[in-house]
């Protein structure tokens, strides 16, 4: 396909693309990748692609990953069953090792991997690296899952002053030492905070938020705060959905410019979002500038 | 002609260019814009916004103009009657002053205007500014015809240094404060060996070198400084572009990696030569690596 | 005359000096140059000197130019016929054009050639470059006359971290890249204010205030703001002047110490206000201290 | 035991150790540490407190670990059976996978959480991080075993200047992304090199090197590199010491200043090498200074 | 007695210093050094040894000393006879110079030369040097006794940033160029003040405070202002101690975190103090955190 | 006196002296001052005038004195009656202790002062501080009396860098603590080699080099080091003066451009031979580059 575009076409694009790449220049974009848009090594170079492109144009960009398929897929292959406590799984020491080995052993390594093979200079962290995430147990309960109690943003920013572009695992630990897995979504928005980054993007298998979740034309393409809480409340959104935009509405309250969910499965949305005048997925933006029936994204776009 | 891309086209061609993006990173590339290659407002616009874009994706670009046109048409305005030695026009103190006046004065803010629309943030020079160009007189019947004894790039790195693009007038003062003029390929071409440049782009009003100056189709991508001494000897260089041929060769003895000679009225055409795989206009290199039957442009562009 | 002075002399004054050059050592101070103040080469290399001393002894010294009569001239030489609106010339697109090539071609790389030919380095910058003057039209009737709505002091830090004396036309432009001609007093007024400038010094064709506009004898050393505003009212300060203490006041009442009006054709005279003990021209300060009856200049100058 | 020292004591002891702390001021140390040195939880605690008091008082110190028998573990764990070529077990695509998220994921990330835990600041890197290490594949019957071919301390020399104590995994990568499996020893003797470290210090389950092997109170303390070349000739060093010694040679012959073996079992060993005056395990430096019968170990130790 | 210990015991002390270090890394710890503390060469040096310690472990470590006894035995070999005033010595302009002669001359620099030879490398500054130490006569009848009118912390900073250990003699001076004598405590506390010091450690001839100042076991480990000023009412504290104690809170109350008073002629007292449990002397802070009676001073050595 | 120049007149010497400061703008000059040139505080005054003028016209300055008068008034008066060795004083320990508080604690802080009287920064060091001067016994029956075998000129640097004047007692020490005395010349000399100074000026008792040394006309303006060699051969320079320029020779030979020995009791001799066109006393030179006959102090002045 790719041999369709002639040089000046090329040139078009790239020039087309010259206002947004100054509207991002040295700005910070925390992008949460993991879960069911990482399944195919093929999907996962394409997003590391996009990464590489918004670091060389000057793109602060920070990425936080999970991996949960992978986790349960190597829980299964060393044989450890899972014990269940109102239906959730229990976190015990073996499993956090476990979850510790394929996300800071071989995810994070995994994308340190692809990233450079692009051409950007990467360093793979997770959250016990300079004491970066501080945690503590959730509920005694299901064990080692961990809640945030302080992120340190001092190692993700000395690694950005150096000219690296950040990886990193959602573990975080206490002062004891003890190992917490974390969701990748939670710890993204608390370091976008920590950052005060203009953009927290969560890469999800889902194309954002639906007016009817049957209908995928259905697209809401901008809302606020306030009709988040509306839609929880009024059940549009649901399920697993909620504490997805939850935190995304923590973040918006602190420190946060913007929120985008997208589809991390659909090639180079992160670049369709950032540089092109449609962008991509469900943009969730702290309080609509004009009436609701006249707002569009584009008007949110263009103004932070 | 813009709205045949789609979004996702868009992202297609941006992580296309990711590998040259990368290439030219932090890389310095010194571009000389000028004569007929300049005459439209337009044509200026679309160059200022490719030089822009150079800016944003980290390639330390420098910017040199002349202006032959513009002050010839000056000249006539204020009515001066310019006096000719063996046909070669005399620049007397009057003519260098209306030079200074549309060089430094019109054309220079004019693209700095420009780059600064665009995105840039750019802060035009002359030579005399910072004591960056030394000159002296080349032939007294000529008058005050510049040849550059010295170039001081501190100015441009300090520019560099601090996030600007520089943009530079061809114009030098001595000692005594009498200010050349002096020929834009020749001034470019020293500040890219002051600079040590990767890269001296000169665009002109022509296609490049061509086997058949007749036949367009004739384009040479590729010499090497031995072969263009040859086509000199032989002829098929002549005329007007025997110095800029020489002035190329020059660069290419004093630290300036690679030379390249391309039509500036064609839209984008700096960026088709950096930014795509088949490049624009002739490339000059000091000496080609393979075999001359198999040598090709690509081969040398992916080579520094 | 020079040879007046025998070695003791000099090495006499150089310490009498020394006060003065310790209470302005790492100080801003702007002056604007320009005007009937400027008519001779003669007179622009002495205050030239001026600038070069102050910055040998540690002064971060920025030079503010007009170039109202050169100007003028230029327009006649080129044949452009001024309309007039009220008794008021209209700046049409051809009217500007002239000025920038007279302000930023040519009077701005004159002082520029002089200020190195004195051994001081200099870049000579307008209001265009690094986005400094933003400005918009002040009446729609008189053509390209701006309004200062911005300045960004930002390039001229730049340069004088860098230890170069920033040269700068009263030029402006706006995001379209409109070009405005924009009165010299006012651009080294908002300029001071936008560097918190110690002093801002105006070089005029006066001496300064006058008692009694017809007696020379009867300048005033000092005043303060109040006293300015009654001067006006009570008609003392009459015509022209009006508008340049209105910028003086305007300057004192955002972040300027104290202003100087002074007449620049008296050779040295910005040397003789900040290095020696009765100063020149008249000073303007936010309020005197003292009794008015027993207030005088040298107090002032020895307290801020 | 603690309880035996009173203040006085403790504070005769700091203050013998303060020609210690001078010497080592700024220098740098690499520590590699593994295989049967790294075996119970205790071990690894006590040589982790160490490296945070090296840190302390300002030694730029560098951990590299291996981490042999818990790859064993987990393979076993995990049901991989190995196959062997020539006796040799063959690092296949799954089995470098294992040994990464072991190296990386696990032993790394606990290693720095021990760090941290004693008041350092550390962060884990594998040699993929920040293209550390680049490596080929030694011997495609043995798959995934990497040979070294160049290593980047770029990323190291960032995170010691940052004020961090780098961890780093004895992993390396090659330009197509593929992972290997390298020796911990020559890891550390390729990164001590590039680092131009002053010491280079080997932790091994050995005391050092003895004379005869089955008496253990026939330590060396010293030997020179011709002397250990010969007792590798003459057989007294055999076995797996024999590449160990090799890599050490090379580290010295390639800017190490002082190779250290010792025994990471015995507590402390490392502060009782740099700051006591008899050191621990055997010394290996280019060239003794004196006649081989009088030469001692302690000379050599106060010498660099 | 030094080889009481194996190399394992100073291993194991230093690694139970290890948390002090880390409490005390970068902390600014004012030490006054002065009177009968610093009688013997012997007890001069070993405190050297600790300043050089803390040095090296990262304490930004500053030295003020005074020299009372050392004044009057060069006043004695001179053969001045002061004069009194109700009892108290009149410093007049001799006195005052013998007296700068003896700390700036003779003591600083011998603390200085002391310093250098354990490994330590510091500059020696009086008062004077760098407009550190402003001061007015307190009382014209005594003549040269200053009182601190301000302190200029920039030179010991700068001093500190260079990595040097900073010695400070007691002297002040007007901007006449008089030069006064001050006491040494009261100078400590206003440069620890200056500084926001976390520990300001006075090193007296006494134990510290007692309950009962006949029973040297009755030493007070720690108390608060408040307690500090009640014993001063009820005459627990008395006569020379008032003053110390004066100068104590008001350096609590000026930016220093904590004040240790302990006797200088302990050997190592100060490390006893910074790096082990107990710690020496008399600890005063703003308040005590718990009830007065369970409160103790290791629950506030380790707060801060 | 000062009464006698207007302002204009003010004005007019300052710029004849702008192409001098310009000259020595950042370079470094080595001022050695002692002996009977220091002899009243007047001519103290004067001469610390000059330094802060030199300071703060951008001149890299370095003071370096010394004091025997000085220290002889003082063992005078302690009663220490000096012992003799061929006619030569011996330095003992109890003189090196008294001229230690006459150099380090008296003249050193006095000059000082002075300085930061006259608005200069300054801050005083001696040969210990910061290891700046390492000395051994030049004749063990001379005593203390040091020979410099090294200059650490980092401390000088440190402080220059920090806007410092560096005002330094000719002393030294040795490793083991013992101190000596140094002539100060040799210390200036040495200390302006080590720092690569553009100027080494000796201010003595003297008007420079005399032809006939009965005459005080006789003065000669410049010399090579052959000439001086020549005149030491020839007995024109003779006695004490000897030693002096035998330092000048050594300097000029490591690393100092240019000498200058003058008269330091006229009021102002440095400011008239840096910034004035005859300059003041004898210059010595490594090579004249003229003829000897034509050869001229001024053109040596204005080249290097």
Sequence with gaps: MATAFSNADRAEVLTQALPYFKKYYGKTVVVKYGGNAMLTEDLQQQVMEDIVL????????????????EITGMLKRVGKESQFVNGLRVTDKETVEIAQ???????????????EAKGGSAIGLSGMD?????AKMKDPALGYVGEITKVNPVPIRDLLERGYIPVISSLGCDKEGNVYNINADTAAAKIASALH?????????????????????????????????G?????????????KIECCITALKNNVSKV?????????????????????GTMIVKKKKAEKDTANKNDERTDD
Tied chains: 1, 2, 3, 4, 5, 6.
């Excluded at 203009?198 to 809302?223: A, F």
């Excluded at 009024?234 to 504490?243: D, N």
């Design 231 to 243: 839609m929880i409340g009024s059940g549009i959104i649901s399920g697993g959905m909620i504490p």
């Design 260 to 280: 985008i969910i997208m589809d991390g499965r659909i090639p180079h949305s992160v670049l369709m979002e950032l540089f092109t005048d449609t962008g991509a």
């Design 197 to 229: 980054a203009q953009r927290l993007i969560l890469m999800t298998n889902i194309q954002g938020l639906l007016k009817d979740k049957d209908d995928p034309t259905s697209l809401i393409p901008l809302i606020d705060m306030e009709e988040a809480e």
């Design 54 to 69: 918004l670091h060389l144009v000057g793109v602060r960009v920070v990425l936080v990953h999970g991996g949960g398929p």
């Design 130 to 134: 300079g004491r970066m995430i501080t």
């Design 101 to 115: 080995m394929v996300l800071a052993g071989k995810i994070n390594k995994t994308l340190v991997t692809y990233l």
